[in-house]
Structure formats: C-alpha cells, structure tokens
Nanobody, 122 residues
C-alpha cells in the first residue's frame, strides 16, 4: 500500500515558478514509477510527467516540455514537480500517482494523492 500527499500548490503570476511535492508512505515507494497529472473542471485527467523508479528515465507532455522537471528522492520517499515559466493554461488541480508501468494514461496507476490546486494568474 502506498499513500500519497501532495503539497506546494498555490497562486502564482504567469511567468513564475512553483515546486510541487508528493510525499509517499510505504516501504516500496522506490519500486514505483511516479507520475504527475492535472485536471480542470469538466475535463479528463491529463498527463504531465512520469519518472522511472531509479530516475533513469522520464517523460513529459508536450505542453510542459522544457518548462517542467520531474525528480524524485527515494530516501525521502518524495517526488517533485518543478514548474517554471508558468502559463494561465497550467491552472489545474495537480495529482501525483504511483504505478508499476511507465504510461501517459492515468489508468494503470494504482495509487493517487488528493491533489493540490495550482492557479496561474495573468
């Protein structure tokens, strides 16, 4: 069992930066692929990034590539999403997720956090 708690969301002006954190409980965190997804009202949950269990590989949505960076610390059981050059269209609830596959679909991820709101103002 893995429990995930996100933090770090908030209100930021366009062009600014935020760092989201996702703290995981459970001894097997280091074996999971970790992903970040986001969702706005009325829309499906959207892939943002994933990172492999050993940080050996990562993938990003085209919409965030070059602006967002995913990283993880398996000693601290935490995954991060560093968000730079934020745009108003990045406004969403951001969720972290843990799964055993590297996938851009939310379906294979077993565990989810409760989400943290990111609001980017113009």
């Amino acid at each position: 069992q893995v429990q995930l708690v996100e933090s770090g969301g908030g209100l930021v002006q366009a062009g600014g930066s935020l760092r989201l954190s996702c703290a995981a409980s459970g001894r097997i965190f280091s074996t999971y692929t970790m992903g970040w997804f986001r969702q706005t009202p009325g829309k499906e949950r959207e892939f943002v990034a994933w990172i492999a269990w050993n940080s050996g590989s990562a993938a990003y949505a085209d919409s965030v590539k070059g602006r967002f960076t995913i990283s993880r610390d398996n000693v601290k059981n935490t995954v991060y999403l560093h968000m730079n050059s934020l745009k108003t269209e990045d406004t969403a609830v951001y969720y972290c997720a843990a799964g055993l596959v590297r996938d851009q679909s939310p379906t294979p991820y077993h565990y989810w956090g409760q989400g943290t709101q990111v609001t980017v103002s113009s």
